[in-house]
């Protein structure tokens, strides 16, 4: 029994990562490359290395299973539960796997890798704040199931679910408001990842001009913190916002 079930589980991290095929049992052929690139360039916890072939031997494939720590979830659940197709995960596995050994990541684990993207600036804050947004069950971690159920929202939600999750992503004492304080804490760390060499140079006292602008719009009854209801209703007024928001309908 314990043969089968370990034979079930590598089958199922096999269906995920494309690297074996159900119907035939050989490995499928190479995905296609853009669909590649345009992951690796999007992605917080796909590195600039290059992702392994799906073509890889079997052999291979079941060494890397045996280090992992966390198996996912079967492929068909995460269809089911996100707004990914098949062929998607399968490319989203292979590069989580290949920056994510164990199967999760932790807060500096994640903070290293997104560091890369923006050399220039200090990405740190921003990225622990994000680290928590994905981190849903708040278990100081984050598994290919919570990467891919944050991305499916991002990038797949309606303009309400992307907007949700962009409120918890300020809600940083998830109280269900968002304070001056929390949302300059934002900006601050945004503005330290785009780094100091920026052009135009931003000016010291923007982050809080920027803050007090967004208040003015979204403080609706003026009591000092905002709602998700107001939230929502001043983004969905906002042209920026919202073109900002269809950005994110065709990246993949």
Known sequence: M????????????????????????????P???ALKQRFLKLLPCCGPQ???????????????????????EGLEQLQEQTKFTRKELQVLYRGFKNECPSGIVNEENFKQIY???????DSSTYATFLFNAFDTNHDGS??????????????????????????????????????KEEMLDIMKSIYDMMGKYTYPALREEAPR????????????????????EEFIESCQKDENIMRSMQLFDNVI
């Open 50 to 72: 290059a992702l392994p072939s799906v073509s890889e031997s079997n052999v291979e494939d079941e060494f890397e299973l045996s280090t992992v720590c966390h198996r996912p």
């Open 209 to 228: 001009e920027h803050v007090e602008s967004f208040f003015q719009k979204m403080d609706r009854n003026k009591d000092g913190v905002v709602t998700i």
């Open 115 to 121: 560091s890369q993207f923006f050399p220039q600036g």
């Open 2 to 29: 314990r043969g089968q079930g370990r034979k079930e589980s590598l089958s199922d991290s096999r269906d995920l990562d494309g690297s074996y095929d159900q119907l035939t049992g050989h490995p499928p052929g």
């Open 31 to 33: 995905t296609k490359k």
């Open 142 to 179: 984050v598994s290919f199931e919570d990467f891919v159920a944050g991305l499916s929202v991002i990038l797949r939600g309606t303009v309400d679910d992307r907007l949700n999750w962009a409120f918890n992503l300020y809600d940083l004492n998830k109280d269900g408001c968002i304070t």
